[in-house]
């Protein structure tokens, strides 16, 4: 019995000489898992807020025509396709100018028998404008008679209101030669500026004018497109617009390329508002200009809060 007691009090002082050291060890863990971690972390610089205002809209071109003639014609050859790029005062197309030009050549030929009546009047005046000098003098000699004088003075003032009405017809065929040259030069239409074709209208032997007569005629050639004044238009909401400010950054993701995001700004807030949808029209201007950015092609914009696009510029100089 005595032998057993003994065994358990030795086993007893065992375990608590191990059990010691292993409630001590716990002890340092749980204090330091109680304390605040004083480690500093860097600080990142935060990058612009969105103010949450998005809008949607559409990229248009400010500048956008159709070329038409000015004058009613047959489409005899067109020089232009879609996607063309084009200069200013470039050729587009061409229509028949047969009778245009025969109008041009009768109207010069007009012209030069109006400036050879005038020379022809002219010479004849300056003759008669002798013959009167000339009577002067013998008349004060009395070698000629006051009869001849008279006659001499009547013929230089006739001739010189022949000379003044030849005149004035060959400048008026002078300017009908001119009208006939631009008449003519009507028949060839030019690109008004440089741009991108976007539609071609018009098809060799078809009638053109100005005006629609009937449903068989057409009005215009093509349609260009300046790419360099493309831009954005969102409708946003009448309740935000307060929110909104010329030059304020904008982030534009357009529908086609949801992946990216092209930098731009505000240029102007419309000064009007749409009673049907309870917006304001925006225009936005594009930073960088790209190939991908076609008219009509659905945008949406996110208005930052960062400050204007100058002011973002300023600083990250």
Same mark, same amino acid.
């Given at each position: 019995m ?5 065994t358990?009090v ?7 000489l191990?059990a ?8 340092p863990?749980?204090v330091?898992?109680?304390k605040?971690s004083r480690?500093?972390t860097p600080?990142?610089?935060p990058?612009p807020?969105?103010s949450?205002l998005?809008?949607?809209g559409?990229v248009?071109?400010?500048?956008k025509?159709t070329?038409a003639a000015?004058?009613t ?5 067109v020089l232009?396709?879609e996607?063309m ?6 050729v587009v %197309?061409r #229509?028949?100018?047969?009778? *245009?030009?025969?109008? &041009?050549?009768?109207a010069r030929? !007009? /012209?030069d028998? +109006?400036e ?5 009047i002219a010479?004849d005046?300056r ?8 009577n002067q003098?013998?008349?004060q000699?009395n070698?000629?008679s006051?009869?001849?004088?008279t006659k001499?003075e009547?013929?230089?003032g006739v ?13 008026? %065929?002078? #300017?009908d030669?001119?009208? *006939?040259a631009?008449v &003519?030069?009507?028949?060839?239409i !030019? /690109?008004?500026? +440089?741009g991108?074709?976007?539609?071609r209208s018009a098809?060799?032997g078809?009638?053109?004018s100005p005006?629609?007569?009937?449903g068989?005629?057409r009005?215009?050639i ?6 360099e004044s493309i831009?954005i238009?969102v409708?946003?909401?009448e ?7 010329p030059?304020m950054?904008?982030s534009?993701v357009?529908?086609?390329y949801?992946?990216?995001?092209i930098p731009?700004s ?5 000064p009007?508002a749409n ?24 945008v ?7 400050g204007?696009?100058t002011?973002?510029s300023?600083?990250?100089?």
């Open positions: 005595v032998a057993v007691a003994v358990l030795a086993a007893v002082g065992l375990l608590g191990f010691t050291p292993f409630v001590v060890d716990q002890h863990e749980s330091a898992a109680t605040p480690a500093l600080t990142a610089t990058e807020q969105s949450g998005v809008a949607s559409y248009v071109a400010r500048r025509a070329v000015e004058i014609g047959k489409v005899v050859e232009i396709d996607g790029v084009i200069k200013e005062g470039d %197309a #229509l028949d100018s047969v009778l *245009a030009e025969r109008d &041009l050549a009768l030929s !007009r /012209a028998a +109006a050879a009546a005038v020379g022809a010479a005046l003759d008669a404008e002798r013959i009167w000098s000339r003098h013998l008349l000699h070698f000629a006051e009869a001849d004088l001499a009547a013929r230089v001739l010189r209101a022949q000379l003044k009405q030849s005149e004035a017809q060959f400048e008026t %065929a002078r #300017l030669a001119k009208r *006939a631009e &003519l030069e009507k028949h060839q !030019r /690109a008004p500026f +440089a991108v074709v976007v539609e098809q060799p078809e009638m053109i005006m629609s007569v009937g068989y005629t009005t215009g093509c349609t260009l497109v300046d790419m831009e238009e409708d946003v909401n309740a935000f617009i307060g929110r909104v400010r030059g950054a904008v534009a357009l529908d086609a949801p992946d990216w995001r731009a505000v240029i102007a807030i419309v009007t009673r049907e949808k309870a917006t304001v029209k925006v225009r936005i201007k594009l930073d960088r200009k790209d190939p991908r950015i076609l008219p009509d092609m659905a949406k914009v996110t208005f930052e809060d960062g204007t696009a002011e973002k300023a600083a990250a100089n």
